[in-house]
């Protein structure tokens, strides 16, 4: 639905730009073949402009559904129009400038509200829910019914949970289901009347009831695996339940040479790009970490790269001082250490920018798992399940953890980030990549108008 309202309301804004061209400019040359780019290249640039502006997660559930968030981020959005358009009005030729930046301007504002307002509507509409039996009590099936019961905006409803916890079998055992189980189940199905079964058992060897899914699959229900239907939910992978069965056979880490290249070039492509884009940008910040404190420009520390692999990852330095001598792996708090400027560049995500060169020697690509510092990665490969997976690709400037997870120092945070890392390596692709990019961009667009991004 988010991406076909943000097509919509594109669209519209393009319409009608075009529409707006015409009625100032009614010139014949410009609606024949060779004076369509006129009207076209200025409409792209203006919903362009729209779609950049309005990017600020007025799409996302939790957001939309408090009325209090949505005016800041409106006056943030028109804001980043402003700029955008005031920058980039000379696109439109043959006008006068300042009227074509005051009527595309006024041209965004007027749509705004009435967009917004059936954009809001339609995301928040709230579809009736699917009633879920959850087959299992263990911890899978705990933590599908915990994410559901705490984030009302699924359009699901746990009914019911069988209780999976005796008669469990020895490796090997092909004895037949239980017919308690059996009963129990087709029970339960009679009396709740699920939409969908959700099958989470903590274990199925000898305790799946086979004939019975088939059977109401047959009828119409909607069947399910656990880690599946979790991973749908939530955007990460239920690790402490997965097992290596699971991704060898789901062939969740097979990628094609062409996938790789390709994922490779968009990261060589982007990253030199943004080298000289971010160039003015990171020629102030060097000449700024000199001029607030003693010591180095950049920060260069030991990573692990690509199958083990350690690299010299480049940062501005924020910190000034010898580092502690007693290093915890699980509670690194460095910001008594942090200079003036590397406050604010640690909130803008400026210090990181360096790192783009990391991109373009090969050690790194733009998004992938952040790398981990090599003095913590055996304590974290012992105690974090599959942490080690995270080397079989190039660690990444940005990823799927940094935007939904944030920075993480605690086992538990580590263990939740390791959630999404592993999410994004079973589902990793160019699209996926440019999605990331982009929520990257937005964070760091809004962070510099005042919202610091996660």
């Given at each position: 639905?988010?991406?076909?309202?943000?097509?919509?309301?594109?669209?519209?804004?393009?319409?009608?730009?075009?529409?707006?061209?015409?009625?100032?400019?009614?010139?014949?040359?410009?609606?024949?073949?060779?004076?369509?780019?006129?009207?076209?290249?200025?409409?792209?640039?203006?919903?362009?402009?729209?779609?950049?502006?309005?990017?600020?997660?007025?799409?996302?559930?939790?957001?939309?559904?408090?009325?209090?968030?949505?005016?800041?981020?409106?006056?943030?959005?028109?804001?980043?129009?402003?700029?955008?358009?005031?920058?980039?009005?000379?696109?439109?030729?043959?006008?006068?400038?300042?009227?074509?930046?005051?009527?595309?301007?006024?041209?965004?504002?007027?749509?705004?509200?009435?967009?917004?307002?059936?954009?809001?509507?339609?995301?928040?509409?709230?579809?009736?829910?699917?009633?879920?039996?959850?087959?299992?009590?263990?911890?899978?099936?705990?933590?599908?019914?915990?994410?559901?019961?705490?984030?009302?905006?699924?359009?699901?409803l746990v009914v019911g949970m069988m209780d999976?916890?005796?008669?469990?079998t020895l490796p090997g055992d092909r004895a037949?289901?239980?017919?308690?189980?059996?009963?129990?189940?087709?029970?339960?199905?009679?009396?709740?009347?699920?939409?969908?079964?959700?099958?989470?058992?903590?274990?199925?060897?000898?305790?799946?009831?086979?004939?019975?899914?088939?059977?109401?699959?047959?009828?119409?229900?909607?069947?399910?695996?656990?880690?599946?239907?979790?991973?749908?939910?939530?955007?990460?992978?239920?690790?402490?339940?997965?097992?290596?069965?699971?991704?060898?056979?789901?062939?969740?880490?097979?990628?094609?040479?062409?996938?790789?290249?390709?994922?490779?070039?968009?990261?060589?492509?982007?990253?030199?790009?943004?080298?000289?884009?971010?160039?003015?940008?990171?020629?102030?910040?060097?000449?700024?970490?000199?001029?607030?404190?003693?010591?180095?420009?950049?920060?260069v520390q030991e990573r692990v790269g690509l199958?083990?692999?350690?690299?010299?990852?480049?940062?501005?330095?924020?910190?000034?001082?010898?580092?502690?001598?007693?290093?915890?792996?699980?509670?690194?708090?460095?910001?008594?250490?942090?200079?003036?400027?590397?406050?604010?560049?640690?909130?803008?995500?400026?210090?990181?920018?360096?790192?783009?060169?990391?991109?373009?020697?090969?050690?790194?690509?733009?998004?992938?798992?952040?790398?981990?510092?090599?003095?913590?990665?055996?304590?974290?490969?012992?105690?974090?399940?599959?942490?080690?997976?995270?080397?079989?690709?190039?660690?990444?400037?940005?990823?799927?953890?940094?935007?939904?997870?944030?920075?993480?120092?605690?086992?538990?945070?580590?263990?939740?980030?390791?959630?999404?890392?592993?999410?994004?390596?079973?589902?990793?692709?160019?699209?996926?990549?440019?999605?990331?990019?982009?929520?990257?961009?937005?964070?760091?667009?809004?962070?510099?108008?005042?919202?610091?991004?996660?």
């Amino acid at each position: 639905m988010v991406f076909t309202l943000a097509l919509l309301e594109g669209t519209t804004v393009f319409a009608a730009t075009v529409f707006f061209l015409m009625m100032m400019r009614p010139d014949p040359a410009l609606i024949d073949g060779l004076g369509m780019p006129l009207l076209v290249i200025p409409a792209l640039a203006v919903s362009g402009c729209y779609l950049l502006s309005f990017y600020n997660e007025l799409y996302e559930l939790q957001v939309v559904r408090e009325i209090k968030k949505i005016g800041p981020r409106l006056l943030q959005s028109l804001l980043l129009a402003v700029l955008l358009l005031g920058a980039g009005y000379t696109l439109l030729s043959g006008m006068d400038g300042g009227t074509l930046f005051a009527s595309t301007f006024l041209l965004i504002g007027a749509f705004v509200v009435p967009l917004r307002a059936v954009s809001y509507g339609l995301i928040t509409r709230r579809p009736t829910p699917e009633r879920v039996l959850i087959l299992g009590t263990g911890l899978l099936a705990r933590k599908i019914a915990d994410e559901i019961r705490r984030n009302e905006d699924l359009p699901y409803l746990v009914v019911g949970m069988m209780d999976d916890s005796g008669g469990a079998t020895l490796p090997g055992d092909r004895a037949p289901v239980p017919p308690e189980v059996l009963e129990e189940m087709e029970q339960m199905i009679r009396d709740l009347s699920p939409d969908r079964l959700v099958v989470a058992f903590s274990e199925r060897r000898g305790r799946l009831p086979v004939w019975s899914l088939l059977s109401s699959c047959a009828s119409g229900m909607h069947v399910d695996d656990g880690i599946d239907f979790y991973e749908r939910l939530t955007s990460k992978l239920a690790i402490e339940t997965l097992t290596p069965s699971f991704l060898i056979f789901h062939r969740a880490l097979q990628k094609s040479r062409w996938q790789l290249a390709l994922r490779r070039a968009f990261s060589v492509v982007g990253g030199l790009a943004a080298v000289i884009i971010a160039a003015p940008v990171m020629g102030l910040v060097a000449l700024l970490v000199k001029l607030d404190s003693p010591g180095p420009v950049f920060f260069v520390q030991e990573r692990v790269g690509l199958r083990g692999r350690i690299f010299r990852l480049l940062k501005f330095r924020t910190m000034q001082g010898p580092p502690p001598e007693n290093h915890d792996v699980w509670s690194r708090d460095d910001r008594l250490r942090l200079t003036r400027l590397g406050r604010w560049l640690r909130d803008l995500h400026l210090d990181e920018l360096p790192q783009l060169f990391n991109v373009l020697k090969g050690d790194m690509d733009l998004v992938g798992p952040r790398p981990e510092m090599a003095c913590n990665v055996e304590a974290m490969t012992e105690h974090v399940p599959y942490f080690g997976l995270r080397h079989i690709v190039r660690p990444g400037v940005t990823g799927w953890a940094q935007i939904k997870q944030g920075y993480s120092v605690s086992l538990d945070e580590v263990t939740e980030k390791m959630r999404y890392d592993l999410y994004y390596i079973k589902n990793m692709s160019l699209w996926f990549d440019l999605r990331i990019v982009l929520v990257t961009a937005r964070i760091f667009l809004f962070g510099l108008l005042g919202r610091n991004g996660r």
